[in-house]
């Protein structure tokens, strides 16, 4: 084998025939600029196309780089197809799309990691401009479909006017991140950048936790067209269109307790107080509708509800951030030293004697009655806001000694 090639490994088709004298594990990460990721799970019917698409474009660019397939127990000889197209296959045992390209993530050496799946709904042969924006420095380059083109047949009409749409639409609004397609299975990414993530999901929401995470971390994110065509599978695809889409907004709902928590909290505790004062100060009329003591019985428990929601928004993100879910905050970092158990129980403890005098006066009214019956539109408006206060006092005191158990959980754990 000449020397030239041997030194600088910049021709492909030299590297490839070094690698068959000495085997797959003979080259070294510094050898090479690009791994070419693919899941698999029974794709005989596609994945050496795939890997041979691969292939060509590496010798076509000059990149030095592999195709590696993380195969996720195919029983159909996916493997051994894939071995004799070029590639190399590692074996995951853990089941789910998400597992597989954490673990083939881990097992590549190129620099940059380009994923897509092997069923040929992405075209391997044509990298050069997601691989250009990488190495202008974007840590993430997402492919978007939209823009394109999504052939006929290739996309379900439910994932492309409804799921879609939808999902990509939350994610951007949760999330503040200008990706137009947060689903499109080509992507580019650093693999350092990637692995200090921290990715976690197993299942097809990986897809929206790698863009999630890259973008709370400040990533360098690019978009690139792509053109997404109908697999080349005679199989149903793994995908399952209402399961999986739920674990997505469930994904995005959970990573931003701003919008599951925060925000509805926020909207039922200025509604549910609204509600309150204006009805304990007279019968108002709202679009001629006149509103009474049910109406302030909704209110109250708008407003409990609304101080549990952000409650749980802090507690969620102490935990997501300690967890690594989250970056550090310093909103909540003020928070958390400005509640201490000590302000939580004197807060607590302020409702709880507001809800009693509240209730106080409730029985003088029913002692004026003779402890007889009662007029309800005229005592509700004060046994409604003493329920209410007394509500939110318990749920103020739990939280400032489950926030105390928190404190205390992490102390120990950062000390050991």
């Given at each position: 084998m000449p020397c030239k090639a041997v030194t600088l490994f910049n021709n492909v088709a030299c590297e490839r025939g070094l690698q068959e004298l000495l085997g797959p594990d003979?080259?070294?990460?510094?050898?090479?600029?690009?791994t070419v990721l693919m899941p698999c799970l029974d794709e005989a019917e596609t994945v050496a196309s795939c890997v041979a698409k691969a292939q060509s474009f590496l010798q076509r660019s000059g990149v030095a780089g592999e195709v590696l397939v993380a195969d996720n127990g195919s029983t159909d000889g996916s493997q051994q197809l894939?071995?004799?197209?070029?590639?190399?296959?590692?074996?995951?045992?853990?089941?789910?799309y998400g597992a597989a390209l954490i673990a083939g993530i881990r097992e590549a050496r190129g620099r940059y990691v380009i994923m897509g799946d092997a069923d040929h709904s992405y075209d391997f042969s044509d990298l050069e401009g997601m691989l250009n924006l990488l190495q202008q420095g974007n840590q993430l380059v997402m492919g978007d479909r939209f823009a394109g083109g999504i052939q006929r047949g290739a996309m379900p009409l439910l994932h492309r006017y409804l799921g879609n749409p939808v999902l990509s639409f939350l994610g951007r609004l949760f999330f503040r991140l200008p990706v137009r397609d947060f689903h499109c299975g080509l992507r580019g990414f650093d693999r350092d950048a990637a692995l200090s993530l921290n990715l976690e999901s197993a299942g097809m929401e990986f897809a929206s936790e790698l863009v999630v995470k890259a973008g709370l971390r400040n990533f360098r994110i690019a978009q690139t067209p792509v053109v997404l065509s109908p697999d080349g599978r005679s199989r149903p695809p793994?995908?399952?269109?209402?399961?999986?889409?739920?674990?997505?907004?469930?994904?995005?709902?959970?990573?931003?307790?701003r919008w599951l928590f925060l925000l509805p909290g926020v909207i039922f505790c200025l509604l549910g107080l609204a509600g309150l004062l204006s009805i304990s100060m007279g019968v108002p009329r709202l679009a001629g509708l006149g509103l009474d003591?049910?109406?302030?019985?909704?209110?109250?428990?708008?407003?409990?509800?609304?101080?549990?929601?952000?409650?749980?928004?802090?507690?969620?993100?102490?935990?997501?951030?300690?967890?690594?879910?989250?970056?550090?905050?310093?909103?909540?970092?003020?928070?958390?030293?400005?509640?201490?158990?000590?302000r939580g129980v004197l807060c607590a403890f302020g409702c709880f004697l507001l809800?009693?005098?509240?209730?106080?006066?409730?029985?003088?009214?029913?002692?004026?009655?003779?402890?007889?019956?009662?007029?309800?539109?005229?005592?509700?408006?004060?046994?409604?806001?003493?329920?209410?206060?007394?509500?939110?006092?318990?749920?103020v005191f739990l939280a400032a000694f489950f926030l105390e158990a928190l404190r205390m959980s992490f102390a120990r754990s950062k000390r050991t």
């Amino acid at each position: 084998m000449p020397c030239k090639a041997v030194t600088l490994f910049n021709n492909v088709a030299c590297e490839r025939g070094l690698q068959e004298l000495l085997g797959p594990d003979s080259l070294g990460d510094q050898f090479i600029e690009l791994t070419v990721l693919m899941p698999c799970l029974d794709e005989a019917e596609t994945v050496a196309s795939c890997v041979a698409k691969a292939q060509s474009f590496l010798q076509r660019s000059g990149v030095a780089g592999e195709v590696l397939v993380a195969d996720n127990g195919s029983t159909d000889g996916s493997q051994q197809l894939a071995v004799e197209a070029g590639a190399r296959v590692v074996h995951v045992a853990e089941r789910g799309y998400g597992a597989a390209l954490i673990a083939g993530i881990r097992e590549a050496r190129g620099r940059y990691v380009i994923m897509g799946d092997a069923d040929h709904s992405y075209d391997f042969s044509d990298l050069e401009g997601m691989l250009n924006l990488l190495q202008q420095g974007n840590q993430l380059v997402m492919g978007d479909r939209f823009a394109g083109g999504i052939q006929r047949g290739a996309m379900p009409l439910l994932h492309r006017y409804l799921g879609n749409p939808v999902l990509s639409f939350l994610g951007r609004l949760f999330f503040r991140l200008p990706v137009r397609d947060f689903h499109c299975g080509l992507r580019g990414f650093d693999r350092d950048a990637a692995l200090s993530l921290n990715l976690e999901s197993a299942g097809m929401e990986f897809a929206s936790e790698l863009v999630v995470k890259a973008g709370l971390r400040n990533f360098r994110i690019a978009q690139t067209p792509v053109v997404l065509s109908p697999d080349g599978r005679s199989r149903p695809p793994h995908l399952r269109t209402w399961r999986d889409g739920w674990r997505h907004l469930r994904f995005l709902l959970l990573f931003s307790p701003r919008w599951l928590f925060l925000l509805p909290g926020v909207i039922f505790c200025l509604l549910g107080l609204a509600g309150l004062l204006s009805i304990s100060m007279g019968v108002p009329r709202l679009a001629g509708l006149g509103l009474d003591i049910h109406t302030m019985a909704y209110s109250g428990a708008a407003l409990i509800l609304g101080v549990q929601m952000l409650l749980f928004a802090v507690l969620s993100k102490v935990i997501a951030i300690d967890s690594g879910w989250l970056p550090p905050d310093r909103r909540i970092a003020w928070i958390l030293k400005a509640f201490t158990l000590e302000r939580g129980v004197l807060c607590a403890f302020g409702c709880f004697l507001l809800g009693i005098s509240f209730a106080v006066r409730a029985i003088e009214m029913w002692e004026q009655a003779g402890f007889g019956g009662l007029d309800p539109s005229a005592v509700m408006r004060w046994v409604i806001p003493s329920v209410t206060l007394l509500g939110i006092a318990g749920t103020v005191f739990l939280a400032a000694f489950f926030l105390e158990a928190l404190r205390m959980s992490f102390a120990r754990s950062k000390r050991t």
